[in-house]
């Protein structure tokens, strides 16, 4: 796990990711899940706004846990798929 990242809250377990930057006065976070053998998924980056606190906002979240969901869906179809036509990018 590259040292800058950490668990995001809330997805069970350490499946899912998160890197935080900070920038002049801005932070930024990027979310990726681990789930997946032979696969990273990137699910959300975004700039934190809220001055208070470090609780991501629900629509972040919801939108984490519909592009995780997705993430899942299209990794099953890449598993199907015969050995040859698999294409790691």
């Known amino acids: 796990m590259p040292q800058d990242a950490k668990v995001h809250r809330g997805f069970g377990g350490a499946s899912v990711l998160e890197i935080i930057s900070n920038f002049d006065t801005d932070t930024f976070r990027a979310v990726y899940s681990v789930e997946f ?32 969901k997705a993430a899942g869906e299209e990794h099953s179809k890449w598993q199907k798929q015969p050995e040859k036509k698999k294409k790691k990018s």
């Open 37 to 68: 053998e032979e696969a990273i998924y990137v699910l959300h980056y975004f700039q934190k706004k809220s001055k208070r606190g470090n609780e991501t906002p629900q629509q972040d979240k919801d939108m984490i846990e519909r592009r995780l």
